[in-house]
């Protein structure tokens, strides 16, 4: 099949069917923007044949884009509302940071590799989302303390433990999904609640497993020494 738009479109559609639907992607809004987007504009050129493939594909640096099944299942999980400020540490390709943008969030996005962050911005540009997001290379482990609070905060590499500057800049009623484990061998993705109002007594936060995978780890402070 040549890549025609036509071909792009229907490697989607495969996707959103097999890959999502056919799994317990339920979420329309999410749905929706991940049968719009064009996966293949944030993908590189050696990657792109498999740019909708049900795998996480090389980025360049020894770092990845998510399994489409896994920016899905994350998303859906944040259960994002129009308007929100959004924290995503990883940028990456900024996959996920459109995904966040097309569901209405103003996004804030940290990533370490300079260069991945500046095509990512030309990226994001070129589709014409570069207003809802703002990018800074910086260790994310550490948040983006001028800008807390948020009300959802999302991490794409993984660290031994909830990073305590994320718990700390987490909005009261706020959740954050991040995924958690060993460096090696795989960590479960978490769903962070933070309540309304804490209780007297009771951990500031709730942490519930989701979901296994398998991420690059997070540098930095909050990752693995
Ligand atoms: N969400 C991305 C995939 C990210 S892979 C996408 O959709 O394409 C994880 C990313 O986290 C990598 O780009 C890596 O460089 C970045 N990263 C690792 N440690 C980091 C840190 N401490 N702060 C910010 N970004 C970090």
């Known amino acids: 099949m040549r890549d025609t738009p036509e071909a792009w479109e229907s490697r989607r559609r495969r996707m959103l069917t097999q890959d999502l639907q056919g799994r317990d992607i339920e979420d329309p809004r999410v749905l929706k923007v991940l049968g719009e ?24 640096r020894g770092q990845t884009i998510s399994q489409p099944y896994v ?13 929100m400020r959004v924290l995503e540490i990883g940028t990456g390709s900024g996959y996920q940071t459109a995904v966040l943008a097309l569901l209405g969030a103003e996004v804030f996005s940290m990533e370490v590799e300079e ?3 500046l095509v990512a911005e030309q990226t994001l540009d070129r589709l014409g989302l570069g207003e809802r997001v703002t990018l800074r290379v910086d260790d994310g482990g550490l948040g983006w303390p001028e800008e807390a609070p948020f009300p959802r905060i ?5 660290s031994p433990r909830p990073p305590p500057a994320l718990l700390d800049q987490l909005a009261p ?53």
């Open 115 to 117: 260069d991945l962050s």
């Open 37 to 60: 987007l064009p996966r293949e504009e944030f993908v590189p050129r050696l990657e792109r044949p498999a740019a909708y493939a049900d795998r996480a594909l090389r980025l360049g």
């Open 154 to 158: 999302i991490v794409t590499a993984a």
């Open 173 to 225: 009623g706020g959740r954050m999904v991040l995924p958690v484990g060993e460096r090696e061998g795989g960590q479960t993705l978490c769903l962070v609640e933070k309540p309304l109002v804490p209780l007297p007594g009771a951990p500031a936060v709730s942490l519930s497993p989701l979901l296994k995978v398998m991420f690059v780890p997070l540098r930095g402070k909050a990752g693995y020494v």
């Open 71 to 83: 920016v899905a299942f994350m998303t859906q999980a944040l259960q994002v509302e129009e308007g």
